[in-house]
């Protein structure tokens, strides 16, 4: 579970790039923060990592700041799927997915049976079984998207966070990602997602927050989120939403620059 | 242990066996490969006991330490800079190591155990300012300008010995052919020993970080997401690799590209792991040292090369095709 408590977040001595933010993702749920590029997406994720200064406020994982935690114990509670990694040197996926045990691991890093079977039921769960063998380079986009995935699975985390997940990957694949974030948050974990794909995360989140300019523009189901007039005003783009005539979901329709429709 | 883990294991010491084996029988008196054994067990010829022991022997030691201990060091910092192409002297970190050591030696702090230590400080100098320069320059991410800010340190260092070495006095120190190209043929047993203790040291604390080096060469973002203490982790891994480097430039001058070529056999030859990497690397540096100074002694005999020049002279094609191969993306 995470608390974001009036969260306020800065590089260096500029002014605050997040400014009094406020939610909570609770487990059981799947969480989705949204927004337009630069409006604190990543920043908020950043400081779930501890890879920026608190300035105000308390990011809270299971009730407790993270702030001076052992970041080893943090990552037993939450794992993150950061938005870009390249490993540096290809590795078999087996072993790849094994660092998700790190947070658990003693200073010789030999695994136990405990560790083992950690990785064997998350590779089970993100199914990536068929490619254990193969190496990190040898995989599709959507392939790797899921080895990531199964990594932080193995930290054994009842927290997880993906950030922007679904970039680059077709629909299936997209879906894919998606119906196993819901999975895994109707198994009571906490899953909090950064994602661009609005209409996905209508469909498939419990709770949105649409961040603007650094702060909660708007927050809570997708019906009170998904508005025209509000998105319109933090996208900055003409756009209508309608409803999904099969889903009965709530869809972002952008239009055309304004005046052509 | 696997089967495959026990092949490369096996192939690595028959290699190195073969080496050292090779590196003793060669040299002005020629000596049969079993009566190098012999000798070394202190059987047969006295004479012969003689040279391979007292004569050969710190030789072929002094190059298994200098190039397990360059390896070693060239494998975390490739993982920690998330770099192939890195390793110490294309970084400057031998260069900054040389300069303290040629500081140390003309100012008469010449006692074996305390040159290294002076090195350490230059190295760990070095690296500071490459960090600094690639920073300045847009950012240490990008491998060229890495390579390019330890290349323009380097060249600095370079600069630094030659004014140290030509106002020192005559024949108080080595030459600047022994530091700038690398020899082993000045090793004595009291040399070796320290450059063996500061390299066994450095090794076993890279081999116990094996994990960390697994997690840093993911990137920054995905080792602290893992829980690892991203910057204590670099910096400690840092100070270990400029040690290692620093011993071996004390006890042989500057030697390229063995931190470059060796972990890239190391990791071509398979294993699971940074921790394996760093051991397979030190084992496959040492060989290649000593292989290197056996061309280096035998090549144009009577003449004797400059061993950086070799180690150069494989290290440079090596290094073209990796980067043709896009090694630095």
């Known amino acids: 579970m995470i608390h974001f408590d009036d969260v306020v977040l800065g590089y260096g001595a500029g002014d605050p790039v997040v400014r009094g933010v406020r939610f909570t993702a609770a487990a059981g749920h799947l969480t989705a923060v949204v927004g337009p590029n630069g409006s604190g997406k990543s920043t908020l994720v950043r400081a779930l990592l501890g890879r920026i200064a608190v300035h105000g406020g308390a990011v809270r994982v299971d009730g407790r700041p993270i702030a001076g935690r052992d970041r080893r114990e943090i990552a037993r509670a939450m794992a993150v799927v950061p938005q870009r990694e390249e490993p540096a040197f290809p590795l078999a996926v087996r072993d790849f997915i094994a660092l998700g045990r790190f947070p658990h691991g003693g200073a010789f890093g030999g695994h136990t049976a405990a560790d083992h079977a950690a990785i064997a039921r998350a590779a089970e769960r993100a199914a990536v079984e068929p490619f254990l063998a193969r190496r990190t380079d040898e995989l599709s986009g959507g392939e790797w998207q899921r080895v990531r995935i199964a990594r932080a699975l193995a930290q054994g985390a009842r927290t997880l966070v993906l950030d922007e997940p679904t970039t680059y990957l077709d629909i299936a694949h997209e879906m894919a990602v998606f119906e196993l974030m819901d999975a895994l948050a109707r198994e009571g974990h906490a899953v909090l997602v950064v994602s661009h794909q609005l209409n996905l995360v209508a469909r498939f989140a419990d709770h949105i927050v649409l961040l603007h300019r650094g702060s909660v523009a708007a927050a809570g189901t997708p019906a009170d989120v998904m508005r025209g007039d509000v998105l319109e005003r933090v996208y900055e783009w003409p756009l209508v939403v309608s409803r999904d005539p099969a889903v009965g979901a709530p869809v972002l329709v952008p239009l055309r620059g304004r005046g052509t429709r | ?329």
Do not use: H
């Not at chain 2, 290692?244 to 398979?270: D, M, Q």
């Not at chain 2, 699971?272 to 005999?301: F, M, N, P, Q, Y």
């Open chain 2, 1 to 329: 242990m696997s089967a495959s883990a026990r092949v490369r294991w096996a192939t690595l010491l028959a290699a190195l066996v073969a080496a050292v084996t090779l590196g003793l029988a060669f040299g002005p008196v020629p000596i049969a490969p079993l009566d190098v054994w012999r000798a070394l067990a202190g059987v047969g010829d006295a004479a012969v006991v003689g040279i391979v022991r007292d004569l050969r022997l710190p030789r072929v030691a002094l190059g298994l330490v200098v190039g397990a201990g360059l390896a070693a060091s060239g494998t975390a910092l490739q993982a920690t800079l998330r770099n192939p192409l890195a390793e110490p002297y294309l970084l400057g970190v031998s260069g900054g190591a040389a300069v303290g050591a040629v500081l140390a030696v003309t100012l008469g702090f010449a006692a074996p155990g305390l040159v290294p230590l002076s090195a350490f400080a230059g190295a760990t100098g070095a690296v500071m300012l490459v960090l600094l320069v690639a920073r300045a320059a847009g950012g240490r991410a990008d491998p060229r300008l890495l390579l390019m800010a330890g290349v323009v340190v380097g060249a600095f260092c370079t600069a630094a010995i030659m004014v140290a070495l030509a106002t020192a006095p005559e024949g108080a120190v080595r030459g600047a052919l022994w530091w700038m190209m690398g020899s082993l043929g000045d090793a004595q047993w009291s040399g070796v020993r320290w450059v063996a203790a500061y390299v066994l040291v450095g090794v076993a604390l890279l081999a116990l970080w094996g994990r960390d080096l697994d997690v840093l060469a993911l990137g920054e973002e995905a080792a602290a997401s893992l829980g690892l203490d991203v910057e204590r982790a670099t910096r400690r891994i840092y100070l270990t690799a400029s040690l290692l480097a620093a011993a071996t430039v004390a006890g042989a001058g500057l030697i390229g590209f063995v931190g470059l070529v060796v972990p890239a056999i190391a990791r071509a030859l398979g294993g699971r792991g940074a921790r394996e990497t760093v051991l397979a690397s030190a084992l496959a540096g040492g060989t290649l040292v000593v292989v290197a100074d056996l061309a280096a002694r035998t090549a144009l005999r009577p003449a004797e090369l400059p061993l950086g020049a070799v180690t150069a002279l494989v290290g440079v094609p090596f290094f073209l095709w990796r980067l043709k191969d896009g090694a630095t993306r």
